[in-house]
Structure formats: C-alpha cells, structure tokens
C-alpha cells in the first residue's frame, strides 16, 4: 500500500501554463518536503514543510501543507521548459523517526 | 551547501560479481541512507545508518549489505549481483527534516 499518493502521475503542458501537482494520504505527517529530479540525477530539494495550514513561495512555485498535515500541493504559475523533471513529495509520518516515505511521483514535461 | 558524492555515475557488472558502491557525505551528519529508484516503483529504501558501525534494514535489504567504518562514508554492497538489481541507486544524508541526496549511481548488471 502506497502511504504517499501523488496525482497526476504524467502531466505534458505548454510553456506559460499553470499546474498543479498534490499529495496525499490519510497518515498525519510531521514534516513534507517536496523535490525535483532530473533524468540521471539525484532529486534536489525545494521545500520544507512543517506547520499545518503553511504556505511557501519559491518564485513561480507555490507549495501549500494541508490543516491536518495529511496532504500538499505543488502550484507552478507559467509553466517553463526548466520546470520539466520529476516531482517527488516525501513525507515523515509522525513517529517513525529520520525516515522518509515517498511518493511516487509526478512526471511534468513543459513544451514550447 | 550539502555535499553528498557517489563514487560513480555509471557501472556496468556481471551477473555474480561483488559490487561496491561508495557515499560520502561532507556534513557531519550521522544519519546515511541507500535507496534504489525503479520506474513505477519509486524510491525504495534498502539499508540505513544512524551512527559508525550501525545499520538497519529498510524496506527491501535482500541482497544487500552495507558497511559505515566512518561517519562520512556508508557503503552499500551487492555480495553477487543479480540482473534484477539493475536500478539507479541514491544515497542521502538527513538534516533536521529533510534528506539531501547524492547524484545517483546508474547500475547496469550483465
């Protein structure tokens, strides 16, 4: 069983579009991150999360922790062909210490 | 900055052979992980270690073992590499909440 379920899986859009990627479970997570990982890298961290109800702006990346701690979104405003690569959310669930569960992740490819 | 190395970028072995893949971190921090990263499966962890000479089986350790002599560096080792264990591998270092990850190593086993 998946604990971390991102959607969509693949989004292909055009450059100047807006999306938006989520990630959820029904597990309360003490801390989310979010990564970016490019073809034949490691992935690289964006953002932290911590506190229910947060939002964080990284440029044209909005990245918003839900109330409850059990959820998140990634929002990027006018997409670009940069932002391409694989986004992973990583969560820890509360009481289970340094590890970090992943989530599967959502391919994004940005085109002219 | 963060600074976790691998000791290579691409290897290629055979079937049966004992493969060594090295992480060193920069940090000082005392937590290490091995994770290997499969389409459609994600990251997977296999071995973790919190301190020198400590380690604790993740979620997929068969075929795997790992050595941690010093704090900096954590070694994962393949005792007779398999074609199934053709996958990219990433080790990762934690920081207060986060983990911060090396630039992978992509296994090829013939």
């Known amino acids: 069983t998946q604990l971390l379920e991102q959607s969509p899986q693949f989004l292909s859009i055009q450059e100047g579009e807006n999306l938006t990627v989520y990630c959820n479970s029904s597990?309360?997570?003490?801390?989310l991150q979010w990564y970016r990982q490019e073809p034949g890298e490691g992935p690289v961290l964006l953002v932290t999360?911590?506190?229910?109800?947060e939002v964080k702006k990284l440029k044209r990346l909005t990245f918003q922790f839900g109330d409850a701690r059990k959820d998140s979104s990634l929002h990027i405003t006018a997409a670009q062909p940069g932002d391409t690569g694989l986004y992973l959310c990583?969560?820890?669930?509360?009481?289970?210490?340094?590890?970090?569960?992943f989530g599967t992740g959502t391919r994004l490819q940005v085109t002219l | 900055d963060v600074k976790v190395t691998q000791s290579s970028r691409y290897l290629v072995k055979r079937t049966g052979e004992k493969v060594f893949l090295e992480c060193v971190q920069d940090?000082?921090?005392?937590?290490m992980f091995w994770y290997r990263q499969d389409p459609g499966l994600g990251l997977r962890l296999i071995y973790f270690?919190?301190?020198?000479?400590?380690?604790e089986k993740g979620d997929i350790p068969e075929g795997y073992s790992v050595s941690r002599e010093k704090k900096e560096r954590f070694s994962l080792i393949l005792e007779s590499a398999s074609t199934n264990q053709t996958s990219m591998y990433l080790c990762?270092?934690?920081?207060?909440?986060?983990?911060?990850f090396g630039p992978g190593t992509r296994l090829t086993v013939t």
């Open positions: 990762a270092i934690r920081g207060l909440y986060e983990q911060y």
């Open positions: 597990s309360v997570f003490s801390s």
């Open positions: 999360v911590v506190t229910g109800g």
């Open positions: 990583a969560a820890t669930v509360t009481g289970t210490a340094s590890k970090l569960t």
């Open positions: 940090m000082d921090h005392e937590n």
């Open positions: 270690s919190y301190d020198v000479k400590m380690k």
